[in-house]
């Protein structure tokens, strides 16, 4: 099916493993396309919330089409928790200078 008229219900958990982490994926579907390494890399999967998406609909950290997409063909979505800190090779320097001088 074409990401241009797809609309997807998803289901949308967490797990206590890691902050941040969260699993989409289809609702009709569940848990039971998700590799049993993922689901214990997650922890306790808990539901957070159901949405509508659409490849218009905006998210907050994640793309919309490639959230379809990533669930289209393997199952589900994984996003990330957000980076802290980026990894900029000048702050690593930095980081190494003595902190009195």
């Known amino acids: 099916m074409n990401t241009q008229q797809m ?3 998803c289901d949308i958990y967490k797990g206590n493993k890691k902050e941040g ?3 989409y994926v289809d609702k009709k ?3 039971s396309r998700i590799p049993d390494v993922l689901l214990t890399s997650l922890g306790q999967p808990s539901l957070v919330t159901t949405l509508m998406i659409t490849p218009s ?4 950290r994640a793309n919309a089409r490639q959230v379809l997409d ?3 063909r393997q199952g589900f979505y994984l996003q ?3 980076t ?3 990894l900029d090779p000048a702050l690593a320097e930095n980081s ?4 009195s001088q």
Do not use: Q
């Not at 609909?57 to 907050?60: C, D, F, G, T, V």
């Not at 190494?96 to 902190?99: F, G, Q, T």
């Open 7 to 9: 609309r997807l219900v």
């Open 21 to 23: 982490m969260y699993l």
């Open 29 to 31: 579907e569940g848990l």
């Open 57 to 60: 609909k905006k998210l907050a």
């Open 70 to 72: 990533d669930i289209g």
């Open 80 to 82: 990330m928790p957000p």
């Open 84 to 86: 802290l800190y980026p």
């Open 96 to 99: 190494k200078l003595p902190w």
